[in-house]
């Protein structure tokens, strides 16, 4: 068939206008974790990071949305989901541990689908059609919580080695793929996998293709029948004093680089760190470690020959 236009895709009950957040581009100061970002290397692609803390709680929200197609989703999400997020119910009852998984992943879902729906029905409304991916990571104490929609990915370093908290949704992924021809669609390569229909408009010759099968927005393979989703999948994950920081990062990195050698990018910048900062210490010398070390992660994807935009999070887990 012909695939005529392709959406190329980086990784980049409520209404939207109910809610309000803090979202950090480069260079501004947020809650736990250091970003870095590079642009320019593609088109209508934006990612967006935004992170909080809360002060009276052990609580720290971080979050990747990699938009495609446009900014609008990707900003949205930024600024509301934690948000939404937050007002679930059962994310206020779950208490600081997070110690009921069920509880947490029900309260992320709520919050991932509610965004969804009112995103779609802000679009229908505007006539947009762009999407974005979604990666959030929570700390609740002694447990790191991680949703996801797309092809950001999260990976934890524990005990200097590399553990991947998310599982890409690529749609050549055999349960994606089963899930995506379940709903009428199909899945073919087109430079790579993805998910092909054709456009609300009706116009069949030309074919629509995205590289990732769940993501925010996307309101083409959405409707009438749900191709690509917004459901997310959560993972819970026990940290140990030997769980010393996240990696948050667009497909753009983990193209080029494996996520042990993301780890070890890190893990040499702080040792380099600690040598010329030998008496460096409080937050702000700890935002500005992980600030640098998210841009040599920038900076390795970029020299082993990424061809899409780059962005990276470190999030730091310190133990008191």
């Known amino acids: ?42 088109e209508m692609m934006v990612m967006t990071l935004v992170r909080e803390e809360r002060a009276l709680r052990e609580v720290s929200y971080c979050g990747l949305f990699d938009g495609h197609n446009g900014a609008k ?24 541990s997070g110690a009921d998984e069920e509880v947490m992943r029900q309260a992320f879902e709520r919050a991932f689908l509610n965004f969804d729906r009112a995103l779609l029905d802000q679009f229908k409304l505007e006539g947009s059609t762009d999407g974005s ?12 919580y991680s949703a996801h929609v797309g092809d950001s990915r999260a990976v934890l370093c524990r005990g ?12 050549d992924r055999a349960d994606e793929k089963e899930r995506v021809y379940a709903a009428g669609g199909s899945v073919e390569f087109a430079g790579c996998w993805r998910v ?7 116009n069949v010759g030309r074919a629509l293709a995205l590289a990732v099968s769940r993501s ?4 083409d393979f959405k409707t009438p029948h749900p191709l690509v989703e917004a459901t997310p999948t959560v993972t819970r994950t026990e940290l140990t004093p030997a769980a010393s920081f996240a990696i948050l990062a667009s497909d753009g990195l983990w193209d080029v680089l494996s996520d042990q050698e993301a780890v070890d990018i890190v893990k040499e910048h702080v040792s380099e760190w600690k040598q010329t900062h030998p008496r460096g210490s409080g937050k702000q010398m700890g935002m500005e470690m992980e600030k640098a070390a998210a841009d040599k992660l920038v900076e390795g994807s970029l020299k082993a020959g990424t061809q899409d935009n780059v962005t990276a999070v470190v999030m730091f887990l310190p133990w008191d």
């Open 1 to 42: 068939m012909a695939r005529g236009e392709s959406v190329e895709v980086g990784e980049g009950g409520k209404g939207l206008e109910g809610y309000e957040g803090v979202k950090c581009g480069e260079g501004d100061e947020g809650g736990e974790g250091g970003e870095g970002v590079e642009g320019g290397l593609r």
């Open 216 to 219: 925010f927005g996307d309101p």
């Open 133 to 144: 991916t979604g990666l959030v990571v929570l700390r609740l104490g002694g447990v790191l």
């Open 73 to 96: 989703a990707a900003e949205l999400a930024a600024g509301r989901l934690h948000n939404m997020l937050a007002a679930e119910d059962n994310f206020r009852t779950s208490g600081e």
């Open 160 to 171: 200097g080695l590399a553990e991947r908290l998310t599982d890409d949704h690529k749609p």
């Open 196 to 202: 092909v229909c054709q456009p609300r408009s009706g």
